[in-house]
């Protein structure tokens, strides 16, 4: 019997023919990664071969569920999808939300990994232990969104689908994807690192998964107990922000402290950042509106994941009968990022992103750094100025339509368009690992610059949360030091247990001594007597398989590393200081990441820690 | 670039005031907090305060470094002494001052410290403000450290022998009132305004506090639109308050942990006692801004 919450399998389906096998997944296995983003880093390390080109039939591509999903835990609808990173080389992980993760864990099987390629564009469909793949040629070219209705409409009832857009379809002579291209369920995306790409390069335009087997917990009181104390929590001052303003909220508190990056890193605050704010628009909104931010733009709806009590999810109206959900990252990439102020093209850029199915963090980096090279005359597109919404709305079509050589050359990322317009161009990349940066400026961030050199997954908010100590007033943000080391390791590792177990980030404040806590409901799911400080363990292993990983497909010393500019250019704030971030203060910080994490002076881990984590 | 610190004479027998002045209440903190919250911002932290072997302090920030002066209460010449010598190896100039001017603004400070920014041959930046000469409102080089060591052991304790040895400049209400931002901040320069006596100490209590502008963020901006009166996120609003702690409470916001303030949209802390000056900008954030 597996433990309560797990089926104690995988399902590992070849694209190729729709066929598949079961893997049996021990209870060792599962009580060291727990499901989600842990779990799937252990399928990858088995059944990855080393070195497999991520867009090639042997890549593995894995939805992975968790013990928490399926439970009445508040936030819990979760699920995490991994493979190797076409942008990085590396391990990427991302999450996305709701039915899908209940349903797809309810055909029987904690993960589905997908190996080899369909022959043509197809849809898989995965009904209790039974595969198969279907044609999906005549979904060519539509948006996830389209794809995840027509499949549904095909099938019937009670089906749940994740699909791909058209940029992560591969091209007419078989080419790839744009590199950054999603995977997307009830309009959540499982966004970061070309999940999608990956998908499309194995010529599937959707997965479809229906229930059809239970699970049971092991202490169904107990988790019941644990559910509505958790759903009370949920609706304290820790989630206030979440529930009340949703993280566009960010957009001016990062403008007033230097830390909202704009113009591909060139500045740390944005005299656009107020309009962004405030959307213009429809009068029906502003009509007994709120103040501030949100006046006008004041969303129409407000709604959230399965299972969740939070809910925070805003939606904005976008134009004529258009809707979009609205988050600070993909405000701030198409925005300051790209100097852009006029909020009606942020959003119909980010509801572009959406129909297209990419990344919007990695497209407004990108496009920021071509806006640069434009600017200094490395690439012939005089037309693609900052702050030119026109122009942002052109080229991110051009990225879709990847029929331009400049839209080919920014669908795969501002790592390798720099590699081929060179002339110093790397040096303003704004990346680590290949992936594109986030809205958070290392220079007047000293934890989260530590976290962003460092994370498998290349720059990235959601593996570290670093900034959370910068923003605590707790330590000096300008000053990184072993403090700051330490607020990352700690974040690294809680954001670790949550997307494995897997609970909700936004939920994290609620949680007074979260190891404990958390340990405490995968022991009541699990049956587990498993406490706060094995589970510390249990993160701090994730993190360095992660590592692993990434060690055996190549990693280098040089790719836990910052963008040149970072480094050598400061940023001067209102108040006169001059924030800087040196090289050698960010050698010193990674220096004791890796002292502290027991890894050796080049950051590599231990041969010997491939036993522990049972990936002999 | 030379590098700034604070030095902060904390000693002296306060005979007149008859209290040691360095815990003196100051709008929910104290004179010593507040003067080395002020020289602080200038000086990206580096503060020293001296004081007399195991003289009692207020409670200070952790970046602030004090040292014992074992031989306290010989004069001025025998603090900036102390104070330049635990500066040496750590910094090139310093301000240094005493703890009781409760107006000191930051831009006086950074005025007088550029003179010696701007022209290496200088040694000390002497303002000559309000009629008087102010050696407790000046900047030094801290090589200076062994003149006022080696004046010490001669016991010539005035600062006069000090300036004898080395260059100043003095600078004059115009010179110091070229700045433009003093000039804006602190036109009747009250930054040397110092408090001797109970009666000193009254009457700088009665002035008002410096006006700043307030900003609110994220749900602090929510809750405070919701309680009425004030505008949304990001819209400046004028109070007049000397610490963080006098601005939540004049804009009546509990200042607890789920709130924090950055001045001047700079460093970011949870300490009420953080110093204001005229012309402040303070945001207040949510403690959990981020994703
Ligand atoms: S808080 Fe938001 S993202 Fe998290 S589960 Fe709830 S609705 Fe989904």
């Known amino acids: 019997m597996p433990p309560g919450g797990y089926f104690g399998r995988a399902l590992v389906v070849d694209a190729a023919d729709g066929t598949s096998q079961t893997l049996e997944i021990g209870e060792p296995v599962l009580r060291a990664y727990l499901g989600g983003a842990g779990l799937g880093t252990w399928l990858l390390h088995r059944l990855g071969p080393p070195g497999a080109d991520p867009l090639g039939p042997d890549a593995v591509l894995a939805f992975t569920f968790s013990p928490l999903v399926g439970t009445p835990l508040t936030t819990s609808a979760k699920f995490a999808v991994v493979a190797k990173s076409p942008l990085t080389g590396m391990l990427t992980d991302a999450l996305a939300s709701s039915q899908f993760a209940i349903s797809g864990k309810l055909t029987g099987h904690d993960a589905i990994a997908i190996r080899g390629r369909a022959p043509r564009l197809s849809t898989l469909i995965i009904d209790g232990p039974a595969t198969r793949i279907a044609d999906a040629t005549h979904l060519a070219g539509r948006t996830a969104a389209e794809t995840d209705a027509a499949v549904r409409e095909e099938l019937g009832r009670g089906w749940r689908v994740a699909a791909i857009g058209p940029a992560g379809e591969r091209g007419p002579s078989g080419e790839p994807g744009v590199r950054y291209a999603t995977i997307s369920h009830d309009g959540r995306h499982a966004g970061r690192g070309g999940l999608g790409t990956v998908m499309g390069a194995k010529n599937l335009k959707a997965v479809a998964v229906r229930a059809s087997a239970r699970v049971a917990t092991a202490d169904p009181a107990g988790v019941l107990r644990a559910a509505r104390d958790l759903r009370e929590r949920s609706f304290g001052p820790a989630t206030e922000k979440y529930r009340e303003l949703g993280t566009l909220a960010n957009l001016l508190t990062f403008n007033a402290i230097s830390t909202l990056p704009t113009r591909n890193f060139q ?350 | 670039m030379p590098s700034f610190a604070g030095v902060v004479l904390a000693g002296g027998r306060s005979s007149r005031m008859g209290t040691p002045k360095a815990a003196l209440e100051w709008h929910g903190s104290t004179l010593l907090r507040r003067t080395t919250g002020i020289l602080g911002r200038v000086t990206g932290g580096r503060v020293v305060v001296v004081r007399a072997a195991g003289q009692p302090l207020p409670e200070l920030p952790g970046s602030v470094t004090v040292v014992d002066d074992p031989r306290e209460g010989r004069g001025p010449v025998q603090g900036i002494a102390a104070g330049l010598a635990a500066l040496r190896g750590e910094a090139d100039i310093a301000f240094i001052t005493s703890t009781d001017m409760p107006f000191l603004h930051p831009a006086f400070v950074r005025r007088v410290l550029r003179t010696l920014e701007e022209d290496e041959a200088t040694d000390v930046a002497l303002p000559f403000a309000r009629g008087y000469r102010q050696p407790l409102a000046a900047a030094y080089r801290v090589t200076l450290a062994e003149a006022a060591e080696r004046l010490v052991k001669e016991d010539r304790l005035k600062p006069a022998f000090l300036f004898e040895q080395c260059a100043v400049a003095q600078l004059d209400d115009d010179a110091l009132l070229s700045d433009p931002v003093l000039d804006a901040l602190d036109p009747d320069l009250d930054s040397v305004v110092n408090v001797n006596t109970p009666e000193d100490y009254d009457a700088a209590r009665t002035r008002r506090a410096p006006r700043i502008s307030v900003q609110l963020f994220g749900t602090v901006a929510k809750s405070a639109a919701k309680a009425g009166g004030l505008d949304g996120p990001g819209s400046p609003f004028a109070v007049r308050a000397a610490t963080v702690g006098e601005a939540a409470g004049a804009i009546g916001l509990v200042f607890d942990r789920h709130v924090t303030a950055a001045l001047n949209g700079d460093q970011i802390t949870r300490d009420p006692e953080v110093p204001l000056a005229a012309g402040d900008t303070l945001f207040f954030l949510s403690a959990d801004a981020g994703g």
């Open chain 1, 267 to 616: 500045a740390s605050s944005f005299e656009g950042a107020p309009d962004l704010a405030e959307q213009p628009a429809e009068p029906e909104a502003e009509a007994g509106s709120e103040p501030g931010e949100i006046a006008g733009m004041r969303k129409v709806a407000r709604s959230g994941c399965a299972s969740c009590t939070i809910g925070c999810e805003h939606i904005y109206r976008v134009g004529r009968g258009k809707k979009a959900r609205v988050e600070y990252e993909n405000v701030f990439a198409l925005g300051p990022m790209c100097g852009v102020s006029d909020p009606g093209a942020v959003l119909a850029a980010s509801a572009r992103c959406d129909d297209l199915g990419i990344d919007t963090i990695s497209a407004g980096g990108t496009i920021a750094w071509a806006m640069e090279c434009a600017q200094r005359g490395l690439i012939d597109a005089p037309w693609l100025r900052f702050g030119d919404a026109g122009a942002l709305l052109r080229v991110l079509d051009e990225i879709g339509d990847r029929a331009t050589e400049l839209g080919i050359l920014l669908g795969n990322g501002s790592r390798a368009a720099a590699e081929t317009v060179g002339s110093g161009s790397g040096s303003f990349a704004p990346h680590v690992k290949g992936l594109e940066m986030p809205g958070y400026e290392p220079r007047t961030l000293h934890s989260m610059a530590l976290g962003l050199a460092v994370n498998a997954r290349g720059a990235d908010h959601n593996r570290s949360g670093a900034y959370e100590a910068d923003l605590s007033g707790d330590l000096d943000r300008f000053d990184g030091g072993d403090r700051h080391v330490a607020a990352a390791i700690e974040t690294e590792d809680r954001a670790a247990v949550m997307d494995s177990m897997i609970l909700c980030k936004f939920l994290r404040g609620v949680f007074t001594d979260p190891f404990a806590e958390w340990a405490s409901l995968v022991s009541d799911v699990t049956g587990w007597d498993m406490t706060g400080d094995e589970l510390r363990e249990t993160a701090g292993n994730i993190v360095m398989a992660k590592r692993a990983y990434n060690d055996r497909e190549g990693w280098r010393p040089a790719d836990d590393w910052l963008p040149d500019r970072l480094l050598n250019e400061p940023v001067t704030l209102p108040s006169g200081r001059v924030a800087a971030l040196t090289a050698e203060r960010l050698r010193a910080m990674i220096g004791a990441y890796y002292k502290a994490r027991g890894l050796n002076t080049e950051g590599r881990p231990d041969p010997a820690i491939y036993k522990r984590l049972l990936l002999d």
